[in-house]
Nanobody, 118 residues
């Protein structure tokens, strides 16, 4: 069973930066798309950014130019660098591993809280 553990959340002022990390318990990047999702109170969970096994990235329009997803295969870790944070970025951020091949399941992390407030 793949385990994903997020870290790096916290309280930051508007305009500030945070880097989230998602550590996988095993090497999965070759067959999984890794994604960051977020869920604000009273709202549905939404995709923030993802990166395929081939390295292609995709971003929500609301974070383009401010957030960057990356990965370190040697560390089995995916990152989300968040710059120019806004209050509307406040949410619980989740890491997801979505398989690109048959026979494997989705995996989610437990989430990390990001609060943008002065």
């Amino acid at each position: 069973q793949v385990q994903l553990v997020e870290s790096g959340g916290g309280l930051v002022q508007p305009g500030g930066s945070l880097r989230l990390s998602c550590a996988a318990s095993e090497s999965i990047f070759s067959i999984y798309t890794m994604g960051w999702y977020r869920q604000a109170p009273g709202k549905q969970r939404e995709l923030v950014a993802d990166i395929t096994s081939g390295g292609s990235t995709n971003y929500a329009d609301s974070v383009k130019g401010r957030f960057t997803i990356s990965r370190d295969s040697a560390k089995n870790t995916v990152y989300l660098q968040m710059n120019s944070l806004k209050p509307e970025d406040t949410a619980v951020y989740y890491c997801k591993a979505e398989p690109e091949v048959w026979g494997h399941a989705d995996h989610w992390g437990q989430g990390t809280q990001v609060t943008v407030s002065s």
